[in-house]
């Protein structure tokens, strides 16, 4: 008969507890691994998306169709699988033109409309997983709250990209960057110079795009940009990526600063409200966070577009790297040392200057 004495019973349990703090890190890294491929996967469908998008309707997706409208997120439903929740949507008016000065459009894409919703229609905006990380989001799929001033709706990791020029300086607070940074002739002589943008709009008589608040009174809109518009080609453009969501706002829902950086990608119309669907790429900053920790304590009521454009705009919980898509579908893990200028020329689409992918 075999026995054991005591201290060979501890050798075997030591033995054992070594074997599985050796283990441990390995089970944890494939798990990333696996959660960093879902995620590149997750940006590979809004590729495709973007260019099924772009054979249907013969342009590609804007950005928003104008302040409190539809943005590229919702337009792309139909391309992502969510032909449900389109029709859902549809069904509800948020789609809805102006067809007379008595008959405007019904509903705005704003936190009063996401906050108003039925359980069940958030639960199923909240399904939409193809646009959040498995990383980076502690698994919160839809922003909720009683306050109609807080970012409400699904939440998303991923956001188109901005380009904004070298001169430019930073932002105008008085307007959204829809239109000061989108809102512009594919051709104009201008340094903002984006992958996705406005589309050319047509208002009721006696209305025009000048005031956000006219939201309301467009009757029609017409895709203004084409992969051919991206001068660099679509094999050198960059036009969606992961955004930075700092630690402290995951799962937050009590204050407008949490939703500025993780809030509901339906909403355009100022600044920190655009910020979830799309972000500034500029050469002013470092632009890609280094962890979900920054920025710090000390600048938690700094929002994605401050004073300095982008700082700390793009980020992941990935060790390293974000995942970003490209033109052509194809996505790269690009380095967060990567430097502010050659993330600039890899999403500005005027430039006509190729950089090679980091």
Not at 26 to 49: D, F, H, P, T, W
Not at 201 to 220: A, C, K, M, Q
Request: net charge negative.
């Amino acid at each position: 008969m075999l026995a054991f004495t005591l201290v060979e019973l501890l050798v075997v349990i030591a033995i054992i507890g070594v074997l599985i703090a050796l283990l441990l890190p390995a089970v944890q890294a494939a798990r990333e691994a696996a959660r960093r491929m879902q995620c590149s996967n997750n940006l590979k469908q809004i590729g495709l998306a973007i260019h099924n998008f772009h054979d249907t309707n013969g342009g590609l997706p804007p950005i928003c169709i104008f302040a409190d409208r539809p943005t590229i997120h919702l337009l792309l439903y139909p391309f992502m699988e969510q032909t449900a929740l389109h029709d859902m949507l549809t069904g509800l008016n948020l789609y809805e033109k102006a067809t007379s000065s008595t008959a405007l459009a019904t509903q705005k894409s704003n936190n009063e409309f996401f906050t108003a919703l039925g359980a069940d229609q958030k639960r199923a905006l909240g399904s939409v997983s193809g646009y959040r990380c498995p990383s980076g989001n502690g698994g919160a799929a839809f922003r909720d709250s009683n306050s109609t001033s807080d970012r409400a709706g699904p939440l998303t990791c991923y956001v188109a990209l901005v380009s904004v020029g070298p001169s430019v300086g930073s932002h105008n607070s008085n307007g959204g960057w829809w239109t000061e940074y989108n809102h512009v002739p594919v051709n104009d002589p201008h340094f903002f110079h984006s992958p996705f943008r406005v589309p050319n709009l047509v208002f009721l008589p006696g209305y025009n795009g000048g005031d956000r608040s006219h939201w309301e009174s467009i009757t029609d809109w017409t895709y203004n940009m084409t992969f051919a518009s991206w001068q660099d080609g679509t094999s050198n453009q960059l036009c969606f990526s992961e955004k930075h969501i700092p630690s402290w706002a995951i799962g937050v829902n009590t204050t407008n600063t949490a939703g500025d950086w993780n809030g509901g990608y339906q909403l355009t119309h100022a600044a920190s409200y655009a910020s979830n669907i799309g972000r500034v790429v500029s050469t002013y900053a470092d632009m890609i966070a280094r962890s979900p920790q920054d920025p710090g304590t000390a600048d938690e009521s700094t929002d994605p577009h401050d004073d300095v454009e982008g700082r700390f705009s793009l980020g992941s919980s990935h060790s390293g790297v974000i995942n970003a898509l490209v033109g052509d579908g194809s996505v790269r893990a690009i380095s967060k040392t990567t430097s502010p200028e050659i993330m600039w020329r890899l999403t500005n689409t005027g430039d006509n200057v190729t950089v090679s992918l980091p």
